[in-house]
């Protein structure tokens, strides 16, 4: 169920940045398809709870996709937003950790997979290739199998780059698509339109305090297969 101002997941807020637990559904920034972004649920949010009077300030620091959950960082103010562009740029100290469901085992318990990925914007989609080609970009990722069940398998995946649709793309190249994933090689869609992947945990040094390490983790979705395989991580 998308996030309204009354349902905002909140995982952590200060004066100046706020986490959220984004729902599927929800697009982080407003887009062509003029349904309410995220970032206007999340102004609406402060606005209620502070009873701030006039515009509040809100910078977008980065993006999940539509279909994907879990964390979403803002910056509330403009002292915070430049110094966490630059923060989010330095990836080493940033660190960002997906889960994914996929239907089928990995070829390896754990694996770099890298590959040269070129975009098509008209059908906003990614093709993770083996070898670079005309206009691609190399992408990195590490993942872990770490759950298992009859079915399906629950990987968890540590981005090195930050391409259009890359955990989907590269999993699908190596025959895991994550579950719902129609459009990288899915059978079918989930109920919801929702995918099983979902920022997990974040971890990056306050904007402003900077002798201060944060970091945040993101409850699954309220569904019996995240929840099954949740458990199989915290049980093993």
Request: hydrophobic content about 35%; some cysteine; charged content about 25%.
């Given at each position: 169920?998308?996030?309204?101002?009354?349902?905002?997941?909140?995982?952590?807020?200060?004066?100046?940045?706020?986490?959220?637990?984004?729902?599927?559904?929800?697009?982080?920034?407003?887009?062509?398809?003029?349904?309410?972004?995220?970032?206007?649920?999340?102004?609406?949010?402060?606005?209620?709870?502070?009873?701030?009077?006039?515009?509040?300030?809100?910078?977008?620091?980065?993006?999940?996709?539509?279909?994907?959950?879990?964390?979403?960082?803002?910056?509330?103010?403009?002292?915070?937003?430049?110094?966490?562009?630059?923060?989010?740029?330095?990836?080493?100290?940033?660190?960002?950790?997906?889960?994914?469901?996929?239907?089928?085992?990995?070829?390896?318990?754990?694996?770099?997979?890298?590959?040269?990925?070129?975009r098509n914007p008209q059908k906003n989609?990614s093709t993770a290739h083996s070898k670079?080609?005309?206009?691609?970009?190399?992408?990195?990722?590490?993942?872990?199998?770490?759950?298992?069940?009859?079915?399906?398998?629950?990987?968890?995946?540590?981005?090195?780059?930050?391409?259009?649709?890359?955990?989907?793309?590269?999993?699908?190249?190596?025959?895991?698509?994550?579950?719902?994933?129609?459009?990288?090689?899915?059978?079918?869609?989930?109920?919801?339109?929702?995918?099983?992947?979902?920022?997990?945990?974040?971890?990056?040094?306050?904007?402003?305090?900077?002798?201060?390490?944060?970091?945040?983790?993101?409850?699954?979705?309220?569904?019996?297969?995240?929840?099954?395989?949740?458990?199989?991580?915290?049980?093993?």
């Amino acid at each position: 169920m998308p996030s309204t101002a009354q349902n905002l997941d909140v995982v952590y807020q200060d004066n100046h940045l706020i986490v959220i637990n984004k729902q599927s559904g929800d697009i982080v920034q407003g887009d062509k398809t003029g349904d309410t972004p995220l970032s206007d649920i999340v102004k609406s949010y402060i606005k209620e709870k502070y009873q701030k009077p006039g515009a509040v300030y809100l910078g977008v620091v980065h993006r999940l996709d539509r279909p994907t959950t879990g964390l979403v960082l803002f910056a509330r103010t403009s002292k915070a937003l430049p110094r966490l562009n630059k923060l989010f740029a330095e990836k080493e100290v940033v660190t960002k950790t997906y889960w994914a469901v996929v239907k089928q085992r990995p070829p390896k318990i754990e694996d770099t997979l890298i590959h040269w990925m070129t975009r098509n914007p008209q059908k906003n989609k990614s093709t993770a290739h083996s070898k670079e080609c005309n206009g691609s970009k190399k992408a990195s990722l590490h993942y872990r199998l770490i759950a298992t069940s009859d079915r399906y398998s629950l990987l968890e995946v540590t981005l090195h780059t930050g391409r259009h649709h890359q955990i989907r793309a590269q999993l699908a190249a190596i025959g895991c698509p994550i579950k719902g994933d129609l459009k990288y090689g899915y059978d079918r869609s989930n109920p919801d339109g929702s995918i099983h992947l979902h920022a997990r945990y974040l971890s990056l040094i306050h904007p402003v305090r900077s002798e201060e390490r944060l970091e945040f983790t993101a409850n699954v979705p309220k569904d019996t297969l995240w929840k099954a395989l949740e458990e199989a991580v915290t049980t093993n």
